[in-house]
Nanobody, 120 residues
Framework: QERLAESGGGSVRTGGSLRLSCAAA????????IVWFRQAPGKEREYVGW????????YYDDSVKGRFTLSRDNAKNTVYLQMNSLKPEDTADYLC?????????????WGQGTQVTVSS
């Protein structure tokens, strides 16, 4: 069973930037949508956005639109989430997932998450 691996999390101040990566070690994920979720302590998991297989189509939740950017390098089997103008409310565990349909699912592969902490 493939497991995605997130990296790039950390602690930054308000207004800072981080770039998260989501990589697959074995399976070619170029045919999958990669979806990002986040979950803050005590809150439900929420949708951040997704990118399609060739990287030409993306979707962002309103809470991150204009600040976060998804991209992918299929030669490296990796998807990136560039997060700019970070706010304390962006603090959460960020997880990536692979699916053939972000609207209907199911999720085929999950990552384990990477923590992002934004301090004021």
């Amino acid at each position: 069973q493939e497991r995605l691996a997130e990296s790039g999390g950390g602690s930054v101040r308000t207004g800072g930037s981080l770039r998260l990566s989501c990589a697959a070690a074995r399976r070619d994920i170029s045919g999958y949508y990669i979806v990002w979720f986040r979950q803050a302590p005590g809150k439900e998991r929420e949708y951040v956005g997704w990118i399609n297989g060739d990287g030409r189509d993306t979707y962002y939740d309103d809470s991150v639109k204009g600040r976060f950017t998804l991209s992918r390098d299929n030669a490296k089997n990796t998807v990136y989430l560039q997060m700019n103008s970070l706010k304390p409310e962006d603090t959460a565990d960020y997880l990536c997932a692979a699916t053939v349909s972000p609207a209907r699912g199911p999720i085929d592969y999950w990552g384990q998450g990477t923590q992002v902490t934004v301090s004021s």
